[in-house]
C-alpha cells in the first residue's frame, strides 16, 4: 500500500507566485513527517519536519507545512517562490519502526 | 564536518561484474540505510542497518547485500550486476532516540550525495 502520494510530479510556477506542493499520507497511527528538497547532482536535504506540537511548521528560507491529521495531509506552501526554489521535493513519512517512506517526488520549476 | 560520504560518484559496469559502493558517517549515527531513486518511483529503500552487526531487508533487497561491520560505514554489494540496477544510489544515516520505549527514531535522515551507477 502506497504510504505517501504526492500528488503533483510536476509544478511550473511563475517568480513570485505562491506555490503549493501537496503531500497525503496514509496511516492510522501517529506520524512523523518530513519534507526534503533535493537540487540536481545532490542528495536530499531536510526541508522541514513534523514531530508533534504545532500543526505549522516552518523552514528558514520562506517554506511552511501544515499537518492536517483529518485530511492525512501535510502540504507544503510557499508564498512567493525564487528562481534558486527550482528543484525536486520529497515527501517523508515515518511510523512506528525504522523505516523512511517517501512519495515519488515533485519537481517544481520557477519560470523568470 | 563531512557528514555522509559516498564512494564512488559515478561508475558504469557490465552485465555480470560485481562492485561494492561504500557510505561512510562520521556523526556517530546509529541508523544507516541505502536507496535507490528512479526517474517516476522516488527513493525506494534496499536495505537498512539499525547498529553495528545488524541488516535488514528494505523494499527492493533482492540483487543487493550489505553489511555494517563499523558503525561508520554500511557497504552495499551488487554481486553480479543487472542493466536493472541501473539507478543512482543514495546513502543515508539517522540518529537513534535512546530511552523513549520501542525504537521509534523521529529523527530525520543526512543523505550523501549520491552514486549514479549505469550498467551495459
Known amino acids: 500500500a502506497q504510504s505517501v502520494t504526492q500528488l503533483d510530479s510536476q509544478v511550473p510556477v511563475f517568480e513570485e507566485a505562491p506555490v503549493e506542493l501537496r503531500c497525503n499520507y496514509s496511516?492510522?497511527?501517529?506520524?512523523?513527517l518530513f519534507w526534503y528538497v533535493q537540487y540536481p547532482n545532490q542528495g536530499l536535504q531536510l526541508l522541514l519536519k513534523?514531530?508533534?506540537?504545532?500543526?505549522l511548521v516552518e523552514s528558514i528560507n520562506g517554506f511552511e507545512a501544515e499537518f492536517n491529521k483529518s485530511q492525512t495531509s501535510f502540504h507544503l506552501r510557499k508564498p512567493s517562490v525564487h528562481i534558486s526554489d527550482t528543484a525536486e521535493y520529497f515527501c517523508?513519512?515515518?511510523?512506528?519502526?525504522?523505516?523512511?517512506?517517501f512519495g515519488t517526488g515533485t519537481s517544481l520549476t520557477v519560470i523568470p | 564536518n563531512a557528514g555522509v560520504t559516498q564512494t564512488p560518484k559515478f561508475r558504469v559496469l557490465k552485465t555480470g561484474q560485481s562492485m561494492t559502493l561504500l557510505c561512510a558517517q562520521d556523526?556517530?549515527?546509529?541508523?544507516m540505510y541505502w536507496y535507490r531513486q528512479d526517474p517516476g518511483m522516488g527513493l525506494r529503500l534496499i536495505h537498512y542497518s539499525v547498529g553495528e552487526g545488524t541488516t535488514a531487508k528494505g523494499e527492493v533487497p533482492d540483487g543487493y547485500n550489505v553489511s555494517r561491520l563499523k558503525k561508520q560505514n554500511f557497504l552495499l554489494g551488487l554481486e553480479s550486476a543487472a542493466p536493472s540496477q541501473t539507478s543512482v544510489y543514495f546513502c543515508?544515516?539517522?540518529?537513534?532516540?535512546?530511552?523513549?520505549?520501542?525504537?521509534?527514531?523521529?529523527?530525520?535522515?543526512?543523505f550523501g550525495d549520491g552514486t549514479r551507477l549505469s550498467i551495459l
Open positions: 496511516s492510522s497511527v501517529s506520524v512523523y
Open positions: 556523526m556517530n549515527h546509529e541508523y
Open positions: 543515508a544515516s539517522s540518529k537513534e532516540l535512546r530511552g523513549r520505549g520501542p525504537s521509534i527514531s523521529n529523527q530525520p535522515q543526512h
Open positions: 513534523y514531530l508533534s506540537g504545532s500543526t
Open positions: 517523508a513519512v515515518k511510523r512506528t519502526g525504522n523505516q523512511f517512506y
